[in-house]
């Protein structure tokens, strides 16, 4: 079955939970404010797409390309992105939720997510170097065996990140921030 193309096009309100998004290439597409929670979006290739007030909670992304793809004020509550294709991987997160989600074991560098709401995401034996997360909350966020170098943390805030599980060369932290540093060792800082 061949593939359909789209190119330019806006897809405004859609709702893809029961009805699958047709299986094709997207380029240059812009998605506003659709659904597709709980639903399928796998094995599409989406180049240089835009997704801005999407709901993708749970939604199934396995072999999905991703190829220059920002995210706006998206939902993106326990999405498995770990199962989308790597090959041209970089995404961009901004304003979303995305708790619960895994990154496990991805190639994510100079990537950034800013403003987002991240609780118990999983980042284990994740490459994040260079990457960044400007005024995002990462509560409960999972850090193992994850590469942080050059990372900048300024202005994150509720992680809890053990320098002596992963590499943490040269990342930047606020004063404030530090304290995400020594959780571990159950101390007071005032």
Known sequence: ??????????FIKKDYRQTKLPKGDYENCRFVDCLFSEGYLDNQNF?????????FTNANISHSIFNTVSFVNCKMIGI???????????????GCNLSLASFYGMELPQTV????????VDFSETNLRGSSFPETDLENAIFDQTDLEQVDFVSAFNFNID???NKVRKAKFSKEGLIGLLKKYDIAVT
Do not use: Y
């Open 1 to 10: 079955m061949a593939l359909t193309f789209w190119t330019e096009q806006e």
């Open 47 to 55: 180049v240089e797409c835009t997704f801005e007030g999407c709901d």
């Open 80 to 94: 498995r992105f770990e199962t989308c294709d790597p090959l041209l991987l970089s995404i961009h997160f901004e």
């Open 113 to 120: 997510f800013t403003n987002c709401k991240m609780h118990q």
């Open 163 to 165: 320098p002596s599980k």
